[in-house]
């Protein structure tokens, strides 16, 4: 016995000569494949079109969320024994005459080159230059200075010149743990045929349901015109 699998076709032909077509039917054709098309036009360019995706978190305050900064500075009028890097910020911290990764160059008998190296937490504060954290403070004070290098992870350079009576070089910044996350996204493709394939789909089932309808009214109003309809 040969099995025909034919029989399990659920999408049977019906001949040609056997359709009626109609003028109705015809018009809603015509406006489904017009509905079609933009709407296949219209999901193309959404599927190209790259949307930005903007996102705001809190950052980590671990080291991730903390900036390396280093200096560099020459006081040509200033001793290196009195000159000491002061961190303070909202957070706190507050430490006086920071040493860690700090080098001073002496420069003949008055100057000194400044260096300095640590990190800051993403939060407002301020470092300075100051002579706070010697033992002996200076008979005189000539902070003149000249800015080598200020480094904020990425290159910025601030400076602010302080009037308070101790002569001393300030460096503030004021940085909110907020980051910005900006990402490109674009719709899945797997979306985008589904959406085309639902468009479709759904637009001819509908076409197809009011073609039916009206066709049904029709022939109903042509037997009713003949009397026939009971």
């Known amino acids: 016995m040969v099995l025909d699998i034919k029989r399990f076709d659920i999408y049977r032909k019906v001949p040609k000569d056997l359709t009626q077509p109609t003028t109705t039917g015809a018009i809603i054709s015509i406006v489904c494949v017009l509905f079609i098309s933009i709407m296949i036009f219209n999901d193309i360019l959404g599927y190209l079109h790259i949307e930005l995706k903007n996102e705001l978190y809190v950052d980590d305050p671990g080291r991730e969320g903390r900036i390396d900064v280093r200096i560099n500075v020459t006081f040509p009028f200033m001793k290196c024994e009195y000159l000491g890097v002061d961190i303070q910020d909202n957070n706190g911290r507050h430490e006086v005459g920071f040493e860690k990764q700090t080098q001073k160059h002496p420069l003949g008998e008055s100057g ?55 002569p001393a070089i300030w460096f503030k910044y004021e940085l909110q743990p907020i980051t910005v996350k900006i990402t490109e996204t674009r719709q899945p493709f797997y979306l985008f045929i589904t959406w085309i394939c639902a468009v479709v789909g759904g637009t001819f ?26």
Do not use: W
Not at 120 to 141: C, D, E, L, R
Not at 206 to 230: C, N, P, R
């Open 112 to 166: 000194c080159r400044f260096e300095s190296e640590f990190m800051i937490n993403k939060v407002p504060g301020n470092f300075h230059i100051s002579t706070h954290s010697a033992n002996q403070q200076p008979q005189a004070y000539d902070m003149r200075h000249e800015i080598h290098e200020i480094h904020f992870g990425d290159d910025h350079s601030m400076i602010s010149h302080s009037g308070t009576v101790a």
């Open 205 to 230: 089932t509908v076409a197809g349901i009011i073609d039916s309808t009206f066709f049904t009214l029709s022939e109903m109003l042509k037997k009713h015109q003949l009397g026939k309809l009971s």
